[in-house]
C-alpha cells in the first residue's frame, strides 16, 4: 500500500495517537520504570539533514476559473471584509467524503498535512484520490508526522518523483526499519519526544478542512468503534492564514523530503505500476462505506453549485510555530494554547469542552473553579478508565476530579460501547479510543475546534492548530453535538458522594432504561484502578 502507518513506537506521542501496540513483556514495576525514563531521556545527537539540498515552495495563487472557485468567491462576496464561511462537519463519514471532493475538485494545488496517514481503506482511497489530482496537474504537497505515519514503503519514493508530487516528513528519525528507528527514539528523545499534531488540508487556497480528524479509518468510519469526532470546513479570510502556516511548516529545516531519509527504492514500482495497483485495491474495496458514501454524496455537487450552507463571521486560525518541536522555550503569546486559555478566561456565561485527553493539573483546576465561581456553567466531557486508550493519561487526570466538581464544574466521562475491544496501555495509545475531540463551546457566541487537548504535551510539547470562531450558529451546533455526547446512554454523569466513602466519586447513567449507579470506575477490573492508582504516583504529568 501507499502509506503504512506506525505501529509500534515505544516514544510515540501517547497523548494523542491511536496506536495497536504489542502487549508489554516486563514485570510492571519495571516497565513502568523504563517508560518513564525513557519518556524523560534528552539527547542531542540527533540526525542531521541539509536543508540546503530542498527546494522551497509557496502557496500557488488560488484557483480563478473551476467550478469550485467559481461557487467558492461566489460565497465571499456576499461576506465582504474579515469574515470567513464555516460549516461543521460532525458525522465521520461525511467528513471523509468532504476531504475527497477537495481533492476532487482541486485545480492549481493540495496542501495536506496530518499527524497519522495511515495505510488501510480511508487512506489509501485519500492517496488515491491525491495521486489522481497530481496526474491532472495539481501540485500536492504532502506533509507528515514521522513517528505516528511510517514512511518506509520504497513507493512513497515513486510518488514523491511525481512532476507534481512531493512528501515531507516532519522531525524524522533517523533509521527506517523498526528496531533502528526505535533505538534513535530512545537517543533523541528531547527532540522526538515533540511531535506534529496539526491537521490541515488546503485545496486551491480556496477552502480548508481542520479539526481532531487523522486519516485513519477508525476516524471515519461508522461500522468500527466509533470515534466521536469533529472538523471544521473554512473558506473565505482565513485562508491565506491557512496557506501561510502550512508553508513555515514545509520549508522548516525539520520537514525533510523523502529523497533524503533512509529508504531502498530496489523493490519500489513505477509510477504505471502503482497506479495499476491502486485500480486494483478500489475495485477490491467498491463495497466498502467509503465508496458507497463518495457514490451515494452529492457533496461535490453541493460545493461546486454553491447549494453548501456556511455560516459567516470574523475568526482567527491559531498554530504552534514548528520551532516549538525543537523544545525550544518559545514565548508564550506565540502558541495556541494561550490564545485558548485566554478565550476561556474570559467567558461569561458557558463553557463546553470535548477533550479526549484531560489532564488539567493545579493551573486547569485554578482556572475552570475559579470561573465556576464566578458564575460561569462549566461542563467538561473526556474518556472514562474504561474507554481511554491510554492509562496514563487518565492516571494524570482522575486525581483531580474531586477537586473539580467541589469547585462547581460539572464532569462526564464517556462509556464505551457495548462491542468495544478494551486495550489499554500504560502510555501508549491503541486503537479502541471512542473521544477524540477537541472542542470547545464558549458562551454562545464563540466557538474553538482543532486539534489541542486539555493536557500538558498539546499545550508545551506537541505542535497544534485550531480555529477560534465568532458565531451563534456554530457554537449552537457544537453544543447540541456536546448534548448529544453526555446523555445518560453515552456517557456517564460524575457526582460526589458521601464524605468519607471511598474517594467520594459516583458515576450515574443509564441502562436498560433505568438509572444505575456506581462507586469505581464502571466498567473496570480491580487490576486497572490499580494500575492507574500507582501511575499516579510517577512524575508523569509534564509527559501526558
Known sequence: MIIQAFEDSMCANPMNANYSSRPATLPLPMMILSSVLSLQACNSNDQEYDPNSRTASYALPPATESPMAQAINKHAEQHPGEHSGFLLLPEGLSAFVARVALIHEARVSLDVQYYEFKDDTAGNLLASKLLEAADRGVRVRLLVDDVATRIDNPDILTLSK????????FNPVAGRSGFKKALEQVRNLGRINHRMHNKLLVADSLAMITGGRNIADEYFSSTSVKFLDADILVIGHLLPRAAATFDEYWNHPVSVPVSQLMLDDDDSRTLEEIRAQIRKFLREHARSEFREALEKSEFSERLTEGRLQFHWGPATLYSDPPEKALDKNLPEHELPGYHLKEALADTESLIRISSAYFVPGDPGVELFTGLARNGVDVGILTNSLSSTDVAAVHAGYAPDRVRLMQGGVKLWELRPGADQEQRRHLFQGSASAALHAKTFVIDNNRSFIGSINMDSRSLRQNTEIGVLIENTAINSELRQLFDSWVTPDSAWKLSLGEEGEGDGLRWTAEEDGK?????????????????????TFLPIESQV
Open 515 to 535: 438509572t444505575v449507579t456506581y462507586e469505581k470506575d464502571p466498567d473496570t477490573s480491580a487490576w486497572d484502578r490499580f494500575v492507574v492508582w500507582l501511575l
Open 162 to 169: 511525481h512532476p507534481n508530487m512531493e512528501i515531507r516528513v
